[in-house]
C-alpha cells in the first residue's frame, strides 16, 4: 500500500475509491493525452472520469494555472529578498572580517605615519570612514528590509483562516483546504502556493476574515497593487543609502580626534 502524503492527495470534496473507499486523486490520464483520471493511491485502481467531469478538471486546471502564473509574477520581487536574507550572516561575517583586518592595516599604517610623515595621517581617514560606512549601511539595510518584510509581506503570505470552527485552513492564493501539518508553514495542493502558519491564524480568525472580504471587495472594484511585494527591497535601499551617508558623516567626525589619540595609547 502507498503511504498517503499531505502533498499528492486532494482535499475538499471527497473521491471516495470504488474498489476499497480510500479517498482517490486527480491524476492525468495515460491513456488520452491532456485528459484526468481517478487514481487509488491505496488499491491502485484507476477511474476514468465521465465527460463532463474531466472537461470541468481541465477548466479548473487551467483556471489555477493561470493563477499561479499571476501570483509568481507578483511574488517575483520576494526571490531576490529571499537570497539576500539566506545570504546575510555570511556576506556580514565576511565584511566584518574584512573591515576588520584593513583597520588593523590602517591602524598600524597610522602609527607608522605619525612617526615617519605625520602631515600624511589625514589621508588616511577617507579609506576608514569608506569601510565602516559600506558595512554599517548594509546592516541598516536588512534591518529595514526586515522590517519591511513582516509589516508589508508576511501578512500577505499567511494561510487564510477557517470559515467556521473545525473545519480546514484554506490557501491564501485558491482559497483551497490545506492539509493539517505541524510546521511553519504548508504547501497548498492545488496552486502548489506556500503558505505561512502562525498563531494569527487562528487567534485573529474573525478579524482576518473581515479583512479578506474588505479586499475582494477592493479587487472587485479594480482596486489592487502588488507593491507591497516589493517594499522590501525598496526599504533596504531606502535604509542602507542614508544611514551609510550618516555613518560616514559620524565616522569622518570621530576618527581624527581618536587617530590623535594613538600617541597616548602606546
Not at 102 to 128: C, D, F, N, W
Not at 145 to 160: D, E, F, I, W
Amino acid at each position: 500500500m502507498q503511504a498517503q502524503t499531505a502533498s499528492s492527495w486532494n482535499h475538499g470534496v471527497p473521491m471516495p475509491c470504488s474498489k476499497c473507499g480510500a479517498p482517490m486523486q486527480v491524476v492525468a490520464d495515460q491513456r488520452a493525452q491532456g485528459a484526468a483520471a481517478l487514481f487509488c493511491g491505496y488499491c491502485h485502481q484507476s477511474e476514468a472520469l465521465p465527460p463532463d467531469a474531466a472537461e470541468r478538471v481541465r477548466y479548473l486546471q487551467q483556471r489555477l494555472a493561470l493563477l499561479k502564473q499571476a501570483r509568481e509574477s507578483d511574488e517575483a520581487p520576494l526571490r531576490a529578498v529571499a537570497s539576500m536574507r539566506r545570504a546575510w550572516i555570511p556576506v556580514l561575517l565576511l565584511f566584518a572580517a574584512l573591515v576588520a583586518y584593513q583597520l588593523y592595516q590602517h591602524v598600524s599604517q597610522i602609527r607608522l605615519l605619525q612617526k615617519t610623515a605625520p602631515e600624511a595621517v589625514g589621508h588616511m581617514v577617507a579609506p576608514i570612514t569608506f569601510q565602516l560606512a559600506l558595512i554599517g549601511g548594509y546592516a541598516l539595510g536588512y534591518l529595514g528590509m526586515s522590517l519591511a518584510y513582516g509589516r508589508a509581506v508576511k501578512p500577505l503570505l499567511r494561510a487564510k483562516p477557517p470559515v467556521a470552527a473545525g473545519v480546514a485552513l484554506r490557501c491564501r492564493s485558491c482559497g483551497g483546504d490545506l492539509p493539517v501539518v505541524r510546521a511553519s508553514h504548508v504547501i497548498c495542493g492545488y496552486c502548489s502556493a506556500h503558505n505561512l502558519l502562525d498563531s494569527q491564524v487562528t487567534q485573529r480568525a474573525a478579524q482576518l476574515l473581515q479583512q479578506e472580504i474588505a479586499a475582494y471587495q477592493a479587487r472587485a472594484h479594480g482596486v489592487y497593487s502588488a507593491d507591497a511585494f516589493r517594499a522590501p527591497t525598496k526599504a533596504f535601499y531606502r535604509w542602507a543609502i542614508p544611514g551609510a551617508l550618516i555613518i560616514g558623516v559620524i565616522v569622518a567626525s570621530v576618527l581624527p580626534p581618536l587617530i590623535a589619540l594613538l600617541p597616548l595609547l602606546g
